[in-house]
C-alpha cells in the first residue's frame, strides 16, 4: 500500500488473479464504510467513503506500466462520476 497522489493510493497485488483483487477491494471497502468515519469536508456524505479504481493484467511486455497505471486511473474516475463510494474495474 503507498499513497499515490494527495487522497489516492495504490494497493499493488503481485500474482494475485482478478476474483481475490476484487474480494480485497470489497473488504477494504467494506471496512471503512463500517468504520463510520465523520467527513465534514464532504457536502454529500457525512463520512469517509471510497471509490476504487481497479486494473489486473497478465504480464505483457506490450503493455507499459504506465498503461496499466492509467486503466486504473480510468477506473477511479469512473467510479467517481457514477457516484462515488463504489469499486469500478
Known amino acids: 500500500v503507498a499513497r499515490y497522489g494527495g487522497e489516492e493510493f495504490s494497493v499493488i497485488l503481485p500474482e494475485t ?11 477494504i ?3 471503512v464504510g463500517n468504520l463510520n468515519i ?13 471509490s476504487t479504481g481497479a486494473a489486473t493484467t497478465i504480464p505483457d511486455e506490450n503493455q507499459s506500466i504506465s ?7 480510468k477506473n477511479l474516475y469512473k467510479s467517481k462520476s457514477e457516484g462515488r463510494n463504489r469499486i469500478t474495474g
Open 17 to 27: 488473479p482478478s476474483y481475490s483483487a476484487f474480494s480485497l477491494a470489497k473488504r
Open 29 to 31: 471497502w467494506s471496512g
Open 38 to 50: 465523520e467527513h465534514t469536508g464532504s457536502a454529500r456524505v457525512g463520512h469517509l467513503t471510497i
Open 67 to 73: 498503461q496499466f497505471i492509467e486503466i486504473s486511473d
